[in-house]
Every structure is written in structure tokens, then in C-alpha cells.
T-cell receptor, first 113, second 116 residues
Framework: EAQVTQNPRYLITVTGKKLTVTCSQN?????MSWYRQDPGLGLRQIYY???????DKGDVPEGYKVSRKEKRNFPLILESPSPNQTSLYFC????????????FGQGTRLTVV | AQKVTQAQTEISVVEKEDVTLDCVYE???????LFWYKQPPSGELVFLIR??????QNEISGRYSWNFQKSTSSFNFTITASQVVDSAVYFC?????????????FGKGITLSVRP
């Protein structure tokens, strides 16, 4: 089944404790991206990757890191999480960039206390 | 810069009513793509439709229809004879072709509640 898989689905952590949210897609898509969803703000892009080893900042990259060492994986790293990073996070992939349909993961609800 | 405005934040209708969700976009590019996504209460994001800027044909898919008007920079979504299962948050999104700014810009979403 074609899918984007994120883990974990739910995470509660403490301020400053490094964490990684994994994202994997099995559709051989070139483009992957991370979004955060906050009430009243919709979805905002954090980082995106056009292809392996190519990443770039989205609208809200502060406090996040990403890497794209393999085509299928695009982990999101929070080196020192803070409470303002409490949010619902989505990973997405698409075949050729932003001009084609995006497939989204199930979402990761992160709470930083 | 690109922008998507969904001025309606919450809409509540009774089942079987028709409802239109508005989307207004801004971009300086002549080639762009418009999308609608649905987020049901379970939380996942589901793709509904994609339109490119050169295709102004309206589209109908069952109870769903989309009206794309470049003259007013709008891409509105109508649900005919709404059902409880249509209750969700609906996002309109805009992208422009590639380059250094390859991103999908979302509106803030419209929460649709369909009451039985």
C-alpha cells in the first residue's frame, strides 16, 4: 500500500530533550516536506527536500533540522525542543515537487512541557 | 509571495443543505496549481482536487464541485446535499512551479460542521 509513515504518533517530552520524528515513504517520491499545524494558522511548511541531499527552509524553520540521506526517509529533528514547538506535525511526499498531489502521513502530535 | 485566504473559519449547516467554501489566492506567477484537501476528525489529510492555472474548467465529482475563476483569483468548493460525513476541516492550497521556493502554501482552513 502506498503510504507515508510517521513515528511516533504522539509524543510528550520535556524542554531541551532532543527528539526525532521519523518519516518514510514507499512511493519513490522525489519531494518530501514537513509541516506544522496550529489552531487558526493552518499548515505551515518547516523544511522541504527536492531530492536526496537537497533540503531547504520553509516558512518556519527555526528550531528544527532535517536530513535526506535516503530517498525514502526524511526525519525531523528538534535539537532542543521548547513549548512553542507543541504542535501537530505532518510529513508529506509528492512525485515531482509541489505541482503534484501531496501524500501526507498520519500526523505526530507533539507536546513539549 | 503567494497567499491563500479562506475568509470563512467555521460553517455549520444542516444535512442536505448545499454549502460553498471560498478560497481566494494571490500569486504573481502565471503558472500555478491549486488544491483542496480535507481533514476529517480522525486527523489525516486527504487530497481532493488539483487544478493548474491554464485549466479553468469547472469540475464535478459526485456531490463535490469546484469553480475556478482566474478573473477573481478564486477556487471555490461546493458540496451539494451535504452529509454528516462531510464534517471536516477543508484546506485550500497554492503552489507555483519549482525553483528555490518550491512550497505549498495553505490557507488557514474552514471547519465545516454538518448537523443531522
Amino acid at each position: 500500500e502506498a503510504q507515508v509513515t510517521q513515528n511516533p504518533r504522539y509524543l510528550i517530552t520535556v524542554t531541551g530533550k532532543k527528539l526525532t520524528v521519523t518519516c518514510s515513504q514507499n512511493m519513490n517520491h522525489e519531494y518530501m516536506s514537513w509541516y506544522r499545524q496550529d489552531p487558526g494558522l493552518g499548515l505551515r511548511q518547516i523544511y522541504y527536500s527536492m531530492n536526496v541531499e537537497v533540503t531547504d527552509k520553509g516558512d518556519v524553520p527555526e528550531g528544527y533540522k532535517v536530513s535526506r540521506k535516503e530517498k525514502r526517509n526524511f526525519p525531523l529533528i528538534l535539537e532542543s525542543p521548547s513549548p512553542n514547538q507543541t504542535s501537530l506535525y505532518f510529513c508529506a511526499s509528492s512525485f515531482t515537487g509541489v505541482v503534484t498531489e501531496a501524500f501526507f502521513g498520519q500526523g505526530t502530535r507533539l507536546t513539549v512541557v | 509571495a503567494q497567499k491563500v485566504t479562506q475568509a470563512q473559519t467555521e460553517i455549520s449547516v444542516v444535512e442536505k443543505e448545499d454549502v460553498t467554501l471560498d478560497c481566494v489566492y494571490e500569486t504573481r506567477d502565471t503558472t500555478y496549481y491549486l488544491f483542496w484537501y480535507k481533514q476529517p476528525p480522525s486527523g489525516e489529510l486527504v487530497f481532493l482536487i488539483r487544478r493548474n492555472s491554464f485549466d479553468e474548467q469547472n469540475e464535478i465529482s459526485g456531490r463535490y464541485s469546484w469553480n475556478f475563476q482566474k478573473s477573481t483569483s478564486s477556487f471555490n468548493f461546493t458540496i451539494t446535499a451535504s452529509q454528516v460525513v462531510d464534517s471536516a476541516v477543508y484546506f485550500c492550497a497554492l503552489s507555483v512551479r519549482g525553483g528555490a521556493n518550491s512550497k505549498l502554501t495553505f490557507g488557514k482552513g474552514i471547519t465545516l460542521s454538518v448537523r443531522p
